[in-house]
């Protein structure tokens, strides 16, 4: 597929999206798909679809990786960074400023505020935790290696035990899921040559190895900034809400970030459109290293996305041969179900443990998850909902 069109045409299309793609994930495969398979007509069901089967097979944020590679397909490079900017921009924007006016919420009113956003986050991954058991772990080997990974966390307790159990469940995947389906023939074409997709995996395996290294020996603080946020962009499968542990153990276990502050961000998430990974947006804002604000919220944006996009670049040319891997699925599929368990000891701790201290916590949480979960409401009423109820909470005095 030759690009047919031009960045700043990319860029108009995916800005309107990212002004109104609410929902997650997958809702926004849907709106892509409405947009530019049905309505623009810029690539077709079956290049669609296979686009989808890699950016699920790869780690990092799924429905950016999509938007990216349809930008590069109409448009070359500059159409997919194009495509990147007008779908992230709108979210991260309305984070910082969230970041900047979550520091003058004072009173009783502010924090409940604040602890009612904390609150929605236990709606939010509740509700994820659900759905992603149901599609990725839905039998009994696949449940089996979520619960493991669950323990695993849960004794581990630190970002070493979360990369074990990924590991573990790509090898329970490799015996116990021998059975996944395989995946479909290819359908995509994009202008990247083998050659430029090894240069981006030989840069992301550099910047993966390289940074932690720069980081202990420079002991610089930007540094550490970068190699935080790119670290946890690089272990990302399964769905954007998966970034929630990684996250916190880049940025609430050293001290940069308190517990409360970061749920409170990743609650006012849920309320922008676009992609959940412009909450780095957010944290690059409010830690206490590196340059703050304005800047370190680029700089995080920029460092969580960078690996996820280099694996891509290199996956595009090589995706035919990745296909022709007899025990992929299988991989894929065990580290999916693990996943599951990843987020559901994240849904414990801190999650849980941070923002439920009583029954009516417990209560305006369980609100949340109703909505989301009978009603099928979007996210944003689940917001609102904690929001009202932990301001509700605060001034009767019983949040």
């Known amino acids: 597929m030759r690009p047919a069109g031009s960045p700043a045409e990319v860029l108009r299309a995916f800005g309107a999206l990212g002004l109104r793609s609410f929902g997650g994930p997958i809702a926004h495969l849907g709106y892509f798909r409405d947009e530019f398979v049905v309505r ?18 790869l780690p990092g944020p799924a429905s950016s990786q999509v938007g990216f590679s349809i930008g590069l397909a109409r448009a070359g490079v500059a159409g997919a960074l194009a495509a990147w900017l007008g779908f992230t921009l709108p979210s991260a924007a309305a984070l910082v400023a969230f970041a900047f006016g979550a520091r003058f919420l004072g009173g009783a009113g502010g924090a409940g505020l604040l602890h009612g956003l904390q609150l929605t986050a236990v709606a939010i991954v509740a509700q994820a935790v659900l759905s992603m058991a149901r599609n990725l772990a839905p039998d009994r080997a696949r449940a089996s290696i979520a619960v493991a990974a669950l323990l695993i966390v849960l004794a581990g307790g630190s970002s070493l035990a979360q990369l074990a159990a990924i590991a573990v469940g790509g090898v329970a995947g490799l015996v116990l899921c021998r059975d996944a389906a395989a995946l479909a023939a290819p359908e995509l074409r994009v202008p990247v040559s083998r050659g430029a ?11 993966l190895l390289g940074l932690p290294l720069l980081r202990a020996a ?128 994240a849904l414990y ?13 417990l209560a305006v949480a369980a609100v949340g998850f109703m909505l989301l979960v009978a009603w099928r409401l979007p996210p944003l009423f689940a917001v609102l909902t904690g929001a009202a109820g932990g301001l509700a909470l605060a001034l009767q005095g019983g949040g």
């Open 40 to 57: 623009r007509g810029w690539l077709s069901e079956a290049a669609y679809a296979d686009l989808v089967a890699l950016c699920q097979f």
């Open 197 to 207: 997709g090894l240069a981006a995996l030989v840069l992301f395996a550099v910047l």
């Open 218 to 345: 420079t002991a610089s603080q930007n540094v550490a900034l970068l190699e935080a946020f790119y670290r946890s962009g690089a272990l990302v499968f399964g769905g954007g809400h998966v970034v929630l542990p990684l996250l916190r153990d880049a940025v609430v276990a050293p001290g940069w970030v308190s517990d409360s502050t970061f749920l409170s961000g990743y609650g006012a998430a849920q309320a922008v459109p676009g992609p959940l990974f412009s909450f780095a947006a957010y944290l690059g804002a409010v830690v206490n290293i590196g340059p703050g604000g304005i800047a370190g919220a680029a700089a995080a944006l920029i460092a969580i996305y960078a690996p996820g996009m280099l694996l891509l670049l290199g996956a595009l040319p090589l995706w035919q041969s990745l296909r022709q891997m007899r025990r992929a699925p299988a991989v894929i599929s065990g580290i999916h179900a693990a996943v599951v368990g990843l987020l559901a000891a």
């Open 349 to 361: 701790d801190p999650i849980w443990t941070t923002a439920v201290h009583s029954r009516a916590d």
